[in-house]
């Protein structure tokens, strides 16, 4: 589905950002996308060469809004944070979505950010997908608590060089045990690059567009 190529304004300057809209007229679900770190930079089309927001831009319809912005170099998705949210809320605000379906998702250095967004904002999310990324080291277990009522996809290559296994394997551990509902799925010949075979799962879609935010309860 053809994709525009949007700017969102902040007090840290301009957000440039990729969006699609559903295939419906009734409110959708929303799918938020944070790029890995060789994406950043001024040109937004390197976005559309692989991963989700090719697989988005390759479809003929989609039944979920998408947004993707786009980093300046230097910059990660934890230093804009803030901006990213701001960004949601004028989506929900300006645009047919339900706001208890949105999906957040991250790619290596996005998926660092989309656990930081989604452990800062627990309440916001009905479901985290993370690939090929580990969870900040500056988010402390307390937070991770805080994910337990967020379903989560995490996706690993088995011959990734940059990413442990067993680092992945302790953070499913720590999730499931204080009750939280993970899916940890290794892709055996998988390296680093796993994108394009991850979001083109049918599985995947139809779970990106299956699940409701839960009643948030705080402990």
Same mark, same amino acid.
Do not use: C
């Given at each position: ?26 409110? @959708? *679900? ?8 060789? &994406? %950043?930079?001024? !040109?937004?089309?390197? $976005? =559309? ?18 947004? @993707? *912005? ?8 934890? &230093? %804009?944070?803030? !901006?990213?949210?701001? $960004? =949601? ?38 479901? =985290? ?91």
């Amino acid at each position: 589905m053809p994709v525009e190529k949007r700017s969102h304004d902040t007090s840290n300057g301009s957000l440039p950002y990729i969006f699609s809209s559903a295939n419906t007229n009734q409110p @959708a *679900p929303l799918v938020l996308f944070l790029h890995g770190a060789r &994406d %950043r930079g001024t !040109d937004i089309n390197v $976005l =559309l060469k692989w991963g989700l927001p090719h697989f988005v831009d390759s479809s003929e319809s989609l039944p979920y809004v998408f947004v @993707a *912005p786009q980093l300046p170099e230097g910059q990660t998705w934890v &230093d %804009r944070a803030d !901006d990213v949210i701001a $960004l =949601l809320d004028e989506l929900i605000a300006s645009q047919p979505i339900d706001a208890s379906r949105v999906i957040l998702s991250g790619f290596s250095l996005g998926t660092a950010g989309a656990w930081h967004i989604a452990a800062s904002h627990p309440g916001r999310f009905a479901g =985290l997908v993370a690939v090929s990324g580990r969870v900040p080291k500056t988010l402390e277990e307390s937070q991770l608590t805080a994910l337990k009522e967020i379903p989560i996809q995490i996706f690993q290559g088995g011959k990734d060089e940059k990413l442990s296994i067993d680092d992945a394997q302790h953070i499913v551990d720590t999730l499931r045990g204080v009750g939280g509902t993970i899916d940890f799925t290794v892709l055996p010949d998988g390296d680093h690059f796993i994108a394009d075979e991850v979001y083109s799962k049918p599985e995947l879609q139809q779970w990106l567009v299956s699940q409701t935010r839960r009643t948030f309860v705080i402990a």
